[in-house]
C-alpha cells in the first residue's frame, strides 16, 4: 500500500520495518503422509553461521557435525516448536541442508527415500524461495523466505483465534505471513468509515475479505448487501444501484430502492466493479464521496450511509482514474503461487467439503477425516501455478477425487493433463525415470519389496518412482523378479 491510499499509521509501519525480525530461508511442510496435520510447519536456517549443516529426518538429536533442524508453528507473537518427525518412511537423516555460498540452501539426499527437486530425481541440488522438494511418496517441502518471527497483531478479534491450518472465522485458509498480513490489516481497517477497494486476481478470497470486513466492523449487525457488478444489464444498471420512483419508467412501477437503498446503514459489496462501463464508474463518484444518489424519476436527492467495498482482479490502471482515488484503503489478496506452503492446507479444506456430498468418501478418509492425498499429487499442486487460484484447485481435486481408483486422491492422468501435461508435479519423463534407474540400489529396491511382500503398486510408490514401469525396469536392471504382480 502506498502513503496516499491507507488509512494505517505510516510512521508506525516505518517503524515497524526498521525493527521487524530478520529474513531467513526455511523449508516448510507443505504435506506429510503420515503426518498430515504438519503442514505448514516450517524449519527456519539462521542467517548467520553458514557453515552450520542441518538434518532433516525421522527422530530427534543431531547426527555427526550436523545440527537437527528444528520445526516451528510460526502465529503473530509467537514460534512454537513442534515434535520431530516420526515417520517410519523417513531415514534419520533423510536430508542434509546447509546455506549455499550463492544464495539459497543446498540439501543432499542421504536418506533411503528418493528426492526430487523441482520435479527431477536427484541425489542433491541448490533451492531457492518457491523451490518444491519431494522425498519419496510421503513427504513434500517447499523453500520459502520467513521472517524468524512474525509480528504481532496490531488489532486483535476471537475470529483470528483457530487451530493452526484450519479455516479462520471467515473461511480463510492459510499461515503464511501474506495471510496474516492481511488479516492484521483487515482488523485494523474494518471499524474505520473509508471505503475500501480489494484488490486480487480470480479465486483468492475477495468476498471473504469483504465478508469479513463487514462482520468485523460497527455495521455488522445489519445484512451486507453484496452484487457482482459483472452481472448486471447494462441498460439498466443505474436502476440496480440507486432504484426508481414509483410510476417509472411506466405507469403502475412499484417504488425500487436499489443496492444502495438496501444497503441503508450497512455495507454494500460490489464485487467486480472493474467490469462496469466508465459511465457507470462515474455515476458512483458522489456516492462515494458524500453519500449523494438520485433514484430514477424521483427529482429528490438523496443521501445515504452507506459503506461501498469493491472488488476488482483487474489492475487499478484499468479502473476509472476518479473512481479509483475515492477509495482511500486498498487490500490485497494473495495469490496461491505467493504462498505455495498454503496450497495443501487450503486443498485439505477443499476436499473436506468435496467428500461430504461423495457417495464413495469414506474410502479416501482417514481417522481424522481427511482425505488422504499422494505424494505425486501433493507436489504437482504447490508446483503449479494456478491462474484462477483456489477456484481452479477446487476444480482439480473434484476430477481427481472423481477419477481416482484407489483408497487416495491420485494425481490421475487426466488430473496431469489438467495441471500441464506429463511432466506436471515431477510425475517423470524418460530423463527422471533413468536417473532413478542409476540411483535406487539392489539393496533398497530389495528392502522396499520385503516391506510390501512384493506388492509393486507399493513398493514404486514407496521408492519415489514415477510409475509402475521404472519399477519393472528396476527389477529388470537387478535381476529381481518373480514379484507379485497387483
Known amino acids: 500500500m502506498s502513503d496516499r491510499t491507507t488509512t494505517l499509521d505510516t510512521a508506525s509501519e516505518g517503524a515497524a520495518r526498521r525493527d521487524a525480525p530478520p529474513v531467513v530461508l526455511g523449508l516448510a511442510v507443505a504435506w506429510a503422509e503420515d503426518e498430515p ?19 532433516i529426518g525421522r527422530g530427534d538429536g543431531p547426527v555427526g557435525d550436523h545440527e537437527r533442524a528444528r520445526l516451528v508453528r510460526q502465529r503473530p507473537g509467537e514460534t512454537i516448536e513442534t515434535p520431530p518427525l516420526v515417520s517410519p518412511h523417513l531415514s534419520r537423516v533423510q536430508l542434509v541442508a546447509r546455506a549455499h555460498p550463492d544464495g539459497g540452501l543446498a540439501v543432499e539426499n542421504v536418506g533411503k527415500r528418493a528426492l526430487k527437486v523441482g520435479g527431477r530425481v536427484a541425489a542433491e541440488g541448490r533451492v531457492r524461495p518457491g523451490d518444491v522438494l519431494q522425498i519419496g511418496r510421503h513427504l513434500v517441502l517447499v523453500c520459502v523466505e520467513r521472517p524468524v518471527a512474525l509480528p504481532g497483531l496490531e488489532a486483535r478479534d476471537p475470529r483470528v483465534a483457530f487451530p493452526f491450518g484450519a479455516p479462520d472465522g471467515f473461511g480463510y485458509v492459510g499461515e503464511a505471513p501474506a495471510c496474516w498480513t492481511l488479516r492484521n490489516e483487515l482488523a485494523l481497517v474494518a471499524p474505520r468509515p473509508e471505503h475500501v477497494l480489494v484488490l486480487g486476481e480470480s479465486g483468492t478470497g475477495k468476498e471473504l475479505v469483504a465478508q469479513a470486513l463487514h462482520a468485523l466492523g460497527p455495521r455488522a449487525r445489519r445484512r451486507l448487501v453484496a452484487r457482482n457488478a459483472a452481472t448486471v444489464p447494462q441498460g439498466i444498471i443505474d436502476a440496480e444501484l440507486f432504484g426508481n420512483a414509483a410510476n417509472y419508467p411506466n405507469a403502475g412501477m412499484a417504488e425500487r430502492p436499489g443496492l ?34 438520485q433514484r ?60 461430504a456430498g461423495h457417495a464413495r468418501a469414506a474410502r479416501f478418509v482417514d481417522g ?18 494456478f491462474a484462477t487460484n483456489v477456484r481452479e484447485l477446487a476444480a482439480v481435486l473434484f476430477s481427481a477425487v472423481l477419477e481416482s481408483p484407489g483408497d487416495a486422491v491420485e ?16 510425475g517423470g519423463g524418460d530423463g527422471a525415470a533413468d536417473r532413478a534407474l542409476r540411483e535406487v540400489s539392489r539393496e533398497e529396491l530389495e528392502a522396499a519389496m520385503d516391506r510390501h511382500a512384493g506388492v509393486r503398486e507399493k513398493v514404486w510408490r514407496d521408492l519415489g518412482l514415477a510409475n509402475r514401469y521404472v519399477l519393472k525396469r528396476l527389477l529388470k536392471k537387478h535381476g529381481l523378479a518373480g514379484a507379485e504382480e497387483d
Open 296 to 355: 430514477l424519476g424521483d427529482p429528490r436527492r438523496r443521501t445515504a450511509d452507506v459503506r461501498v467495498i469493491a472488488a476488482t482482479n483487474r489492475s487499478l490502471e484499468q479502473l476509472k482514474p476518479d473512481l479509483a482515488a475515492r477509495f482511500l484503503v486498498r487490500l490485497r489478496t494473495p495469490a496461491l503461487r505467493e504462498r505455495p506452503e498454503d496450497v495443501m492446507l487450503v486443498a485439505r479444506h477443499l476436499l473436506r467439503g468435496i467428500l
Open 260 to 293: 444502495v437503498g438496501e444497503a441503508e446503514g450497512s455495507t454494500l459489496f460490489l464485487d467486480e466493479i472493474g467490469e462496469l462501463p466508465l459511465e457507470a464508474q462515474a455515476h458512483l463518484l458522489r456516492l462515494l464521496d458524500g453519500g449523494e444518489y
Open 37 to 55: 496435520g504438519r503442514a505448514g510447519e516450517v524449519v527456519l536456517f539462521p542467517a548467520a553461521g553458514r557453515r552450520r549443516s542441518f538434518v
Open 411 to 426: 494425481l490421475t492422468p487426466g488430473v496431469r493433463a489438467m495441471l500441464g501435461g506429463a511432466g506436471a508435479g515431477g
Open 368 to 385: 481424522a477425516g481427511d482425505a488422504r492425498v499422494a505424494g505425486d499429487l501433493a507436489a504437482a499442486l504447490v508446483q503449479h501455478p
